[in-house]
Structures are given as structure tokens and as C-alpha cells.
């Protein structure tokens, strides 16, 4: 079946690295996601990786993908307090319309 | 970049009323537009997946005849939550596939809309 599961809380200070883990189920997934959500709005993507790859940088964002366990992570260096929000991860399922299933969502909280 | 307006972003209702919110693909055809319902704290649950044209296909366990879903052109969705009850107060999220980007089919949020019915 389809489950992606992320841990629920991670608290950092600023300026420390944040790493949100992700693990998934599905080994289909052709594309996977990293959305930001803030308070009562939509949700932003960050990056994304194809499955095929194991790390993509992007400014601050590193994603590492081990395809063999399933594990997703998104490491943010020097994270600042804009930073706080909810994480979700997301894979992409060819099924026909390509749905996402997405994670439970990590809210990370950043301590001035 | 793809945007994708909602709207109302948020809406009050009194029960047995009908609410409808519009999802927009502004610079893009959507021809493919999917609806999501989040609870507080929780993550997003796929609601139904709108194809321009055809009949929507609704996710198990959602009620096709509570939630009416038109995509009526490429660039317009709409969900109508019909003899809406308290229960039905959530935060709706619609959000939209344009042409794939690089190869990865990039899904544009919308901002939500928050559905508060008395």
C-alpha cells in the first residue's frame, strides 16, 4: 500500500542545521516532493527529486534519497525563523494522474 | 511561476446551506486539477482528482454527491460542498498540474479556503 511517514515535531535553534525525515512504502515513485506550509495558507514547494538521483542541492536545501530504505530527508543549513512551518513530503505515483500521496508532515520550530 | 488562485479563502455558513469554491489556474492549463481537505494538525487527504471535460474521480470513502466537483475549462475547478454540516468545517485545498517540469509532474497550491459552517 501507499504510506509515507514523517516524524511529528523537530525543534532547532537558529542558525543549526534542520534535517526532517521521511520514509515511504511505494518503490514506484517516480518523483519526490518537499512542500512548506505556513499557518492557514497553501502549500510552497521547496524541491524536488527524481528518484533515480540520491542528493539534489538547492541554496540551503540538500535532499538525500536512499531509494533501497525508502528514506527521504530534507537538511536545511542555517535555518532562520522564517523557517518555521509545517514539511510535508510527497511522492508521485504513475497511476494514471500521477496523484501525490503525502507525508504526515513535520512542524519544525526554530528558537531564536 | 504556475499560480493557482483560490477562492474564498475562508467562508462562514449557517447548516443546510450550500458553499462553492473556486480554484484557478492563472498563467497555466490545468487539465488536471486535484482537491484536498486538511484537519487541524493533520495532513492532506486527497479528496477527489478533476479532469477538464470528464466526471471527477473521487478518493473511497468520499461522497461524490456531498462534494460536487466541475471542471468546466482549463483553467476552472470548482468543489461545492452541498448541505454543509458542522462536520464539513476544514480547510479545502485545491491544487493544479500544468505541463510537467523537467520530467516531474509539479503540483501549484492554491492558498486553501477555510470552510467554517454553524
Known amino acids: 500500500g501507499e504510506d509515507v511517514e514523517q516524524s511529528l515535531f523537530l525543534s532547532v535553534r537558529e542558525g543549526d542545521s534542520s534535517v526532517i525525515n521521511c520514509t515511504y512504502t511505494?518503490?514506484?515513485?517516480?518523483?519526490l516532493y518537499w512542500y512548506k506550509q505556513e499557518p492557514g495558507a497553501g502549500l510552497q514547494l521547496l524541491t524536488y527529486i527524481f528518484s533515480n538521483m540520491d542528493m539534489k542541492q538547492d541554496q540551503r536545501l540538500t535532499v538525500l534519497l536512499n531509494k533501497k530504505d525508502k528514506h527521504l530527508s530534507l537538511r536545511i543549513a542555517d535555518t532562520q525563523t522564517g523557517d518555521s512551518a509545517i514539511y510535508f513530503c510527497a511522492e508521485s505515483i504513475p497511476s494514471g494522474t500521477y496523484k501525490y500521496i503525502f507525508g504526515t508532515g513535520t512542524r519544525l520550530k526554530v528558537l531564536a | 511561476g504556475a499560480v493557482v488562485s483560490q477562492h474564498p479563502s475562508w467562508v462562514i455558513c449557517k447548516s443546510g446551506t450550500s458553499v462553492k469554491i473556486e480554484c484557478r489556474s492563472l498563467d497555466f492549463q490545468a487539465t488536471t486539477m486535484f482537491w484536498y481537505r486538511q484537519f487541524p494538525k493533520q495532513s492532506l487527504m486527497l479528496m477527489a482528482t478533476?479532469?477538464?471535460?470528464?466526471?471527477?474521480?473521487?478518493e473511497q470513502g468520499v461522497e461524490k454527491d456531498k462534494f460536487l466537483i466541475n471542471h468546466a475549462s482549463l483553467t476552472l475547478s470548482t468543489l461545492t460542498v452541498t448541505s454543509a454540516h458542522p462536520e464539513d468545517s476544514s480547510f479545502y485545498i485545491c491544487?493544479?498540474?500544468?505541463?510537467?517540469?523537467?520530467?516531474?509532474?509539479?503540483?501549484?497550491f492554491g492558498a486553501g479556503s477555510r470552510l467554517t459552517v454553524l
Open positions: 511505494d518503490s514506484s515513485s517516480t518523483y
Open positions: 478533476s479532469n477538464e471535460g470528464s466526471k471527477a474521480t473521487y
Open positions: 491544487s493544479a498540474r500544468g505541463t510537467p517540469v523537467s520530467g516531474a509532474n509539479v503540483l501549484t
